[in-house]
């Protein structure tokens, strides 16, 4: 069963534009939901996840239970944060799912 | 900062042979993965390990693999006949704990070890 949707496969904005990058899941328990990130050439590093409410590098997520999503946001974009995001969700903590990936691209 | 090492970086094959990627992980992490990444595809999990033996696996992790902990820091993942479409990026990743405070369910990854099936 598919639990991490991500629709996206590209996609593009111009610097300084807001970017949001969906994030559906299902499971019907409390999962944890994290963003990671993979930048050119670099090993996937965790972005956030959303037990910490935190924003990191200007980007937020936040779990919205009823719509069963966890998209990510940024008001506004640059150059350096095109890279390749993936959503991912734990149900133990024993394993991960991850969604297919969205490759940003940030135009100069 | 610690990290996850991966060796070998690249590695080439022919279809039937047997390949071992290496993996060190971070020395106080308890859980240990494997995931894949075929060209193009979403990362996929293959097996999670925990206090010496395998804890999950895929569908995907069949009889032509296995997973190792030989020395108490090293994690190996085994693929005993090598076919065409193992060909992907293989990711090691550990954990130290799980639940809710701070660290704990977060995968640290490694750089990942190419494999290429001829």
């Known amino acids: 069963a598919q639990r991490v949707t991500q629709p996206e496969k590209l996609l593009s904005v111009f610097k300084g534009a807001p970017v949001e990058l969906k994030c559906n899941y299902s499971y019907s328990g409390s999962p944890e939901l994290f963003w990671y990130v993979q930048y050119s050439r670099q090993r996937l590093q965790l972005l956030l996840r959303?037990?910490s409410r935190e924003s990191i590098k200007g980007f937020t997520a936040d779990l919205n239970k009823g719509e069963t999503s966890f998209h990510l946001k940024k008001p506004f974009a640059q150059e350096e944060d095109s890279a390749m995001y993936y959503c991912a969700l734990t149900d133990t903590g024993n394993q991960f799912y991850f969604g297919t990936g969205t490759s940003l691209t940030v135009i100069p | 900062e610690p990290e996850v090492t991966q060796t070998p970086s690249h590695q080439v094959t022919q279809m039937g042979q047997e390949v071992i990627l290496r993996c060190v992980p971070i020395s106080n992490h308890l859980y240990f993965y494997w995931y894949r990444q075929i060209l193009g595809q979403k990362v996929e999990f293959l097996v999670s390990f925990y206090n010496n033996e395998i804890s999950e696996k895929s569908e995907i992790f069949d009889d032509q693999f296995s997973v190792e902990r030989p020395d108490g820091s090293n994690f190996t993942l085994k693929i005993r006949s090598t076919k065409l479409e193992d060909s992907a990026m293989y990711f090691c990743?550990?954990?130290?704990?799980?639940?809710?405070?701070?660290?704990?369910?977060?995968?640290?990854f490694g750089a990942g070890s190419r494999l290429t099936v001829l």
């Open positions: 959303h037990i």
């Open positions: 990743a550990s954990k130290g704990d799980v639940g809710m405070s701070s660290g704990a369910n977060v995968l640290t």
